[in-house]
């Protein structure tokens, strides 16, 4: 895979420089009305329930590779293919996108700063319509487990000091107040970060000062030198504070596809609540 042709946080400015770069692959992931209104020049559309799959009442669950394969080939992400995905709300579904491509070894990718609102609000050149139609490239796959954490990784590293889970639901669900699976609360000494607290709604969503980000997290623990684990019900929200973390030069974090759907919905999760 060649070298990143893009920061993994891409101003819009940068990228509205490769609109005309064939390696590069935009990738949008607002709703489909949303998308035949406006996008980037050259944008593919992608609806989100193509990267995500659930075995009710757990949702948010990563497809078969052997899907996400066919797809990301049939959008023309091929090994030496930087994708910038980009979304209209501000970077959930859009980091989503992200964490699935590093999860599946991909890593030249970039979150566009503010997505499509940034896009648009700042005047940057549109299209209507159904969007490209990109020449098929076969994907490479090579499954990085570091990325992802599953009920059974976080249970037995519950006592762990090294370890750090990051809550990105509302206080509400946080605390037990709003119950959204069989049990509501947290995982057991998880911190709460509230996703959006990451972007800065007077920048067009676009992510908020860097060293404001960090002291806030720090304040909570949330350190470069720990393994960070992200989470909220589906691992939609909880996309965003991965991206968010792995931008921020985070290194050691990982996603948990199927969050409190999974963890709150099982007998045999401990919890915590208030």
């Given at each position: 895979?060649?070298?990143p042709r893009l ?7 940068v990228l509205?420089?490769?609109l005309?770069?064939?390696a ?8 489909g ?19 995500v799959t659930s075995r009710?009442?757990v ?6 590779h052997?899907?996400l ?8 992400i ?13 970077g959930g579904?859009?980091?989503r996108?992200l ?10 990718v970039s979150l ?11 005047g ?13 490239t076969?994907?490479e ?11 059974t ?8 000091a090294?370890?750090i ?9 946080y605390?037990g107040?709003?119950v ?8 057991p ?13 007077t ?9 404001q980000l960090?002291?806030?997290l720090a304040?909570l623990?949330v ?5 960070i ?15 968010l ?10 996603g948990?596809?199927?969050?409190w ?6 007998d ?7």
């Amino acid at each position: 895979m060649s070298q990143p042709r893009l920061p993994l946080l891409a101003d819009p400015a940068v990228l509205a420089e490769h609109l005309e770069d064939p390696a590069v692959r935009i990738i949008d992931l607002s709703p489909g009305e949303v998308f035949a209104e406006h996008h980037a020049p050259g944008a593919i559309h992608l609806p989100y329930n193509e990267i995500v799959t659930s075995r009710p009442p757990v949702g948010g669950l990563v497809p078969p590779h052997e899907h996400l394969h066919d797809l990301f080939s049939r959008l023309g992400i091929g090994p030496d293919t930087h994708v910038a995905a980009m979304d209209a709300e501000g970077g959930g579904a859009a980091g989503r996108l992200l964490w699935t491509l590093e999860l599946l070894g991909h890593s030249a990718v970039s979150l566009v700063d503010g997505g499509l609102r940034a896009w648009v609000e700042e005047g940057f050149p549109i299209e209507r319509g159904p969007g490209a139609a990109p020449q098929a490239t076969p994907f490479e796959t090579a499954y990085d487990s570091t990325r992802e954490a599953d009920a059974t990784h976080i249970r037995a590293h519950l006592e762990d000091a090294d370890t750090i889970l990051l809550d990105a639901r509302s206080a509400e669900e946080y605390t037990g107040q709003t119950v959204r699976a069989k049990r509501g609360g947290r995982i057991p000494g998880a911190v709460h970060y509230e996703w959006t607290r990451g972007m800065d709604r007077t920048r067009s969503l676009r992510l908020r000062d860097p060293d404001q980000l960090r002291e806030a997290l720090a304040a909570l623990g949330v350190t470069p030198e720990h393994e960070i684990i992200t989470y909220c019900h589906t691992h939609h929200r909880s996309a965003f504070s991965y991206a968010l973390l792995r931008i921020l030069g985070y290194h050691r974090v990982r996603g948990y596809p199927g969050s409190w759907s999974d963890w709150g919905n099982r007998d045999d999760t401990p919890i915590e609540t208030g």
